[in-house]
């Protein structure tokens, strides 16, 4: 029996990653081999943004078990499909892989920071990391291939999210616009993905040793590029979704052994984990013990690899130029109407136009408008996707508020919200007129089960749609 389960593992997984395999794992191979034979776990997480814990809970329908490591993750039963639901298009929760949640517990966002996620879509890390950001500070999301980036960008606008910058450049154009600029900085770096085999036969179908060398020499240009972008006394986490050394602790060896100004930090998740191994390397580095392997046959999770990077202090002259310091960037009649609009029309609370003007600066692209993070640089030159929160369209001397607007948006900072029954939120999303109160009238935002999901135009007891078309379900 024993040899029938071998033969079928080998004829699915590549016979190169299976005899390395063997060689790294030693007596806990037949374990690991085991874990391919396992159902692969579903996870996801609660929007911090949208709602508490405990809030999240009481609304969710679904049966939940809680990832011992990320404070937002649970596990959920597959065939519940959270994905189908509404409120998966409010943004309540995104799904992700449970061992993928860990790496921005290690990177440990703080609000007020500037942060870097380099190689960030389709958005799992950056939306995590936002959450702990809690809006204050300045997220950028970079993604180098463009349509990676669009999916990035409509996640971001799913969550809720109003201080993060969606990009579209390669690392070395990033290194030259933001020298020493961010106290910390996500490299998810683009690997062979061996720890997603369980999960995706794309990635067994491209894998090949060549592959592998391919990932890890890309993988170290990567790094290059991102050291020259912290600044003195920041943090760096690298981290990839495979088992291979030379792409795992090979890599962080080399990176540390001509970067004498970072060290390897311990941190407290890794009791949940395997630590990373000297011995599979050739030039091992002080410090590789507290790097941090996630195995498939020791935790519920599938593969992956991370390590917290500190370096050293040093001065750092604040040289750059800010969003805020453009001249007239905000006196435009544009943004009047946009201000007039979201104190008028919607009513937003006092306290949360003063974060909106705190945090971010009003900024017209045509005749859109947008709330750019104050911390971030001038935008010209650069391939912005998203150049922060997408608050709406002015429109012939009128201004119409975007569905960005409505998903950041919650029903006790504007004066007028309706909240839908079951059947009302299965039409609007479906685009289509409902009846109201008759007492609305003008812009609503509006709810279901107390999460915002889109804006309606009140009047006549009918509230006309104004979901997005290309996001309505036919």
């Given at each position: 029996?024993?040899?029938?389960?071998?033969?079928?593992?080998?004829?699915?997984?590549?016979?190169?990653?299976?005899?390395?395999?063997?060689?790294?794992?030693?007596?806990?191979?037949?374990?690991?081999?085991?874990?391919?034979?396992?159902?692969?776990?579903?996870?996801?997480?609660?929007?911090?943004?949208?709602?508490?814990?405990?809030?999240?809970?009481?609304?969710?329908?679904?049966?939940?078990?809680?990832?011992?490591?990320?404070?937002?993750?649970?596990?959920?039963?597959?065939?519940?499909?959270?994905?189908?639901?509404?409120?998966?298009?409010?943004?309540?929760?995104?799904?992700?892989?449970?061992?993928?949640?860990?790496?921005?517990?290690?990177?440990?966002?703080?609000?007020?920071?500037?942060?870097?996620?380099?190689?960030?879509?389709?958005?799992?890390?950056?939306?995590?990391?936002?959450?702990?950001?809690?809006?204050?500070?300045?997220?950028?999301?970079?993604?180098?291939?463009?349509?990676?980036?669009?999916?990035?960008?409509?996640?971001?606008?799913?969550?809720?999210?109003?201080?993060?910058?969606?990009?579209?450049?390669?690392?070395?154009?990033?290194?030259?616009?933001?020298?020493?600029?961010?106290?910390?900085?996500?490299?998810?770096?683009?690997?062979?993905?061996?720890?997603?085999?369980?999960?995706?036969?794309?990635?067994?179908?491209?894998?090949?040793?060549?592959?592998?060398?391919?990932?890890?020499?890309?993988?170290?240009?990567?790094?290059?590029?991102?050291?020259?972008?912290?600044?003195?006394?920041?943090?760096l986490v690298y981290s990839t979704c495979t088992f291979s050394p030379t792409e795992n602790e090979g890599v962080i060896s080399a990176f540390i052994s001509t970067h004498d100004e970072f060290t390897i930090e311990a941190v407290p998740q890794e009791k949940f984990f395997a630590p990373?191994?000297?011995?599979?390397?050739?030039?091992?580095?002080?410090?590789?013990?507290?790097?941090?392997?996630?195995?498939?046959?020791?935790?519920?999770?599938?593969?992956?690899?991370?390590?917290?990077?500190?370096?050293?202090?040093?001065?750092?002259?604040?040289?750059?130029?800010?969003?805020?310091?453009?001249?007239?960037?905000?006196?435009?009649?544009?943004?009047?109407?946009?201000?007039?609009?979201?104190?008028?029309?919607?009513?937003?609370?006092?306290?949360?136009?003063?974060?909106?003007?705190?945090?971010?600066?009003?900024?017209?692209?045509?005749?859109?408008?947008?709330?750019?993070?104050?911390?971030?640089?001038?935008?010209?030159?650069?391939?912005?996707?998203?150049?922060?929160?997408?608050?709406?369209?002015?429109?012939?001397?009128?201004?119409?508020?975007?569905?960005?607007?409505?998903?950041?948006?919650?029903?006790?900072?504007?004066?007028?919200?309706?909240?839908?029954?079951?059947?009302?939120?299965?039409?609007?999303?479906?685009?289509?007129?409902?009846?109201?109160?008759?007492?609305?009238?003008?812009?609503?935002?509006?709810?279901?089960?107390?999460?915002?999901?889109?804006?309606?135009?009140?009047?006549?007891?009918?509230?006309?749609?104004?979901?997005?078309?290309?996001?309505?379900?036919?």
């Amino acid at each position: 029996m024993e040899q029938e389960e071998r033969n079928e593992v080998k004829t699915v997984l590549p016979q190169d990653f299976t005899e390395r395999m063997k060689k790294l794992l030693g007596e806990e191979y037949p374990r690991f081999l085991e874990s391919y034979e396992k159902e692969r776990l579903y996870g996801l997480r609660y929007n911090p943004l949208k709602a508490t814990k405990e809030e999240f809970l009481a609304r969710m329908p679904f049966s939940l078990e809680k990832v011992e490591w990320a404070e937002e993750g649970f596990y959920y039963q597959a065939d519940e499909q959270p994905g189908k639901h509404p409120f998966h298009e409010v943004g309540a929760y995104y799904i992700q892989e449970p061992s993928a949640m860990s790496v921005a517990e290690v990177l440990a966002p703080e609000a007020g920071e500037k942060i870097l996620d380099l190689c960030a879509a389709p958005g799992g890390k950056s939306t995590q990391i936002a959450g702990k950001m809690r809006g204050e500070g300045l997220l950028i999301s970079n993604e180098i291939i463009p349509n990676r980036a669009k999916i990035l960008s409509q996640n971001i606008e799913r969550m809720g999210i109003g201080n993060a910058v969606v990009l579209n450049e390669t690392p070395d154009r990033l290194a030259s616009l933001f020298p020493d600029f961010f106290d910390k900085i996500l490299v998810d770096a683009p690997c062979s993905g061996e720890g997603m085999f369980r999960k995706d036969e794309t990635a067994i179908r491209e894998w090949s040793p060549e592959h592998v060398q391919m990932c890890a020499d890309r993988q170290n240009m990567i790094l290059e590029q991102a050291a020259c972008m912290l600044k003195p006394g920041g943090t760096l986490v690298y981290s990839t979704c495979t088992f291979s050394p030379t792409e795992n602790e090979g890599v962080i060896s080399a990176f540390i052994s001509t970067h004498d100004e970072f060290t390897i930090e311990a941190v407290p998740q890794e009791k949940f984990f395997a630590p990373g191994e000297k011995t599979w390397v050739e030039y091992p580095k002080e410090g590789l013990e507290h790097t941090m392997r996630l195995w498939p046959h020791k935790i519920a999770g599938e593969g992956h690899y991370i390590a917290k990077l500190k370096k050293a202090d040093g001065l750092c002259p604040d040289i750059y130029r800010t969003i805020a310091d453009e001249k007239n960037a905000n006196k435009t009649d544009g943004i009047s109407r946009c201000k007039n609009f979201l104190k008028d029309e919607l009513g937003i609370c006092g306290a949360k136009m003063e974060q909106m003007q705190r945090e971010g600066v009003f900024v017209p692209f045509g005749e859109q408008i947008y709330l750019v993070p104050r911390e971030m640089i001038p935008l010209k030159g650069i391939k912005v996707v998203r150049p922060g929160l997408h608050l709406g369209t002015d429109k012939k001397n009128r201004f119409e508020p975007s569905h960005a607007l409505a998903l950041y948006l919650s029903a006790d900072e504007v004066k007028s919200y309706y909240e839908m029954t079951e059947e009302e939120t299965i039409r609007y999303l479906k685009g289509e007129t409902f009846a109201c109160t008759a007492g609305l009238k003008g812009w609503v935002l509006l709810t279901t089960h107390g999460y915002s999901i889109g804006f309606g135009k009140a009047g006549g007891g009918q509230m006309k749609n104004h979901y997005p078309k290309g996001l309505r379900k036919m």
